[in-house]
């Protein structure tokens, strides 16, 4: 028996997991697999994409063995297909949208809020296609919320993923973003900018969810990295990056 922190995990000695997961969870996950990958022994392969796109690879024949979510919608309609296995089904963590600007911008998020995109200076805006990225939805969805949506339009640009958003921002080629908090909480976006947190009520539940894949032949080592994510060590790192667990029944 192997212990990590209070979670106890039986050893899969080489198993390994091909694991599909949205583009917000790149450092939270990949934290949460490198511990489990010393304690387990098995190997983890992290594919991270739009959620949209990774289901439409699994519903596709795509071998992955687990998938997580940026929201719960995907999980759900793999289940109910019978291409994910419903019994596996779990909301791991809500997400959390958060407006980015770099550190050289003259404006500050936290007192001009979502009024920053007005800004003339703002000519580009950097968020996930919300036709297969939730935080995109998301995004468009605090747009309209705040009646904002058709002044900005002209100024949207889309990343492929949320990563590929907070990319652009990061790199300059955007001067604002609608990206996850996951990501503006990475190391290097909080050397590199600012942000402000979207107050909850202006868009969707972002409720994430993961599924086991029906293909997989590793289900047992699956489940067991799935629980440790679900484990007090996994909520500790999922909140160290703005990403709340649900809480517990």
Do not use: C
Request: hydrophobic residues 45%; without cysteine.
């Amino acid at each position: 028996m192997l212990i990590i922190g209070v979670f106890v995990t039986r050893a899969f000695a080489g198993e390994q997991l091909a694991i599909a997961a949205a583009a917000d969870l790149n450092y939270a996950l990949s934290e949460l697999a490198n511990r489990f990958e010393i304690a387990s022994g098995n190997k983890l392969t992290l594919s991270f994409g739009a959620s949209g796109n990774l289901y439409s690879q699994i519903q596709s024949g795509a071998p992955f063995d687990l998938f997580f979510s940026a929201d719960e919608d995907y999980p759900k309609k793999l289940a109910g297909a019978g291409v994910a296995d419903a019994s596996s089904l779990s909301i791991y963590s809500l997400g959390h949208l958060v407006l980015w600007l770099p550190s050289s911008s003259p404006f500050d998020p936290q007192k001009l809020q979502m009024e920053s995109l007005t800004q003339p200076a703002i000519t580009r805006i950097a968020i996930a296609n919300p036709q297969h990225a939730p935080y995109g939805r998301a995004a468009m969805a605090a747009l309209e919320h705040y009646g904002l949506k058709d002044k900005v339009s002209g100024k949207l640009v889309f990343g492929e993923s949320v990563s590929q958003a907070a990319q652009f921002v990061q790199s300059g080629n955007a001067q604002a973003g609608l990206i996850a908090m996951s990501l503006a909480k990475s190391p290097a976006m909080e050397l590199a900018g600012r942000f402000w947190v979207v107050p909850s009520d202006a868009y969707p539940e972002l409720k994430q969810a993961a599924v086991i894949v029906s293909v997989s032949k590793h289900k047992k080592a699956a489940q067991e990295f799935l629980d440790f994510v679900l484990s007090t060590e996994g909520a500790a790192t999922l909140r160290k990056y703005g990403l709340t667990p649900p809480a517990k029944p």
